[in-house]
């Protein structure tokens, strides 16, 4: 998102500098960089549950990984601002999530794929890639870009996944015996 405000801020800075034939004031300049420093510095708006279901893993013994990818910088400065660094044992800022990525991250900390088990709330790069290499996978859609959709499971080449209809429901669905339906 961060790179997206970036790249929306410069656009708007070229925009403005052709449609004045380059005499923009340097102060109408500064003025459209400062909305997006403001849109950066934006709190960090957190998944409804997101707090609760890590401290309540936490609490488990589950060691929790955070894996982002995108721009080193933007993506620290988001898990500062969210306040949810100290829950995590890890946090590793990635290039791309993909087969790859995972396979090194897990050898990095000595767990097998049967270990593991991703959350995310992107199919192709958290949820298939994870279920490719032997890990488990939960896919929560994003309530903004996916609307309300029922929990549903998929599949990938080399296995299946859980479709959860939001973070609050991971719990449950952990709770309750294989098999089951919660």
């Not at 708006?45 to 893993?57: H, K, P, S, W, Y």
């Not at 990938?156 to 609050?168: C, E, F, Q, T, V």
């Not at 429901?169 to 339906?181: C, F, K, R, S």
């Amino acid at each position: 998102m961060a790179t997206a405000i970036k790249g929306f801020g410069l656009s708007m800075v070229e925009t403005a500098i052709t449609v004045t034939d380059g005499r923009i004031p340097a102060q109408d300049i500064h003025t459209i960089l400062s909305f997006g420093r403001t849109m950066l510095e934006h709190p960090v708006d957190l998944i409804e549950g997101a707090r609760e279901v890590l401290e309540t893993l936490r609490a488990r013994d589950h060691e929790l990984w955070l894996i982002a990818d995108g721009d080193v910088f933007d993506q620290e400065s988001k898990i500062a601002r969210s306040g949810l660094a100290p829950l995590f044992h890890y946090i590793e800022i990635v290039t791309e999530k993909d087969e790859d990525t995972y396979r090194r991250l897990l050898d990095q900390h000595g767990v097998l794929p049967e270990e593991f088990a991703m959350v995310g709330n992107a199919v192709r790069s958290d949820v298939l890639p994870s279920i490719e290499i032997g890990a488990c996978a939960y896919h929560v859609p994003d309530p903004v870009t996916s609307g309300s959709r029922k929990a549903e499971a998929g599949t990938g080449d080399k296995g299946a996944y859980r479709a959860i209809p939001n973070l609050g429901a991971l719990l449950q669905v952990l709770d309750t015996p294989e098999g089951e339906t919660p």
